[in-house]
């Protein structure tokens, strides 16, 4: 969905907190090779795809995305932008 806010969670071990990484609405599927790599680029998509923990490193913790108001459609500036 491209008025959507995707929020990734990595649970780690009991004793560390979780890690959070807040992605902008379009930016995933705008660039969907850059986000799940080589899950997308077969004949016939897995049907597991996984995203990548590289590219979304940008966007730990970046909770301000929910304080920017983006009308439908229009995407969001990149963090650091």
């Known amino acids: 969905m491209r008025d959507h806010v995707y929020v990734f969670v990595i649970l780690n071990s009991p004793t560390r907190n979780e890690d959070f990484y807040i992605v902008p609405p379009n930016l995933i599927l705008d660039d969907v090779d850059h986000f799940f790599g080589s899950s997308y680029r077969r004949d016939t998509p897995s049907s597991m795809p996984a995203i990548n923990l590289g590219p979304l490193a940008p966007y730990r913790d970046k909770w301000q ?4 108001p983006t009308p439908i459609g229009e995407p969001r500036p990149a963090p650091g932008s």
């Open 65 to 68: 995305v929910f304080d920017q």
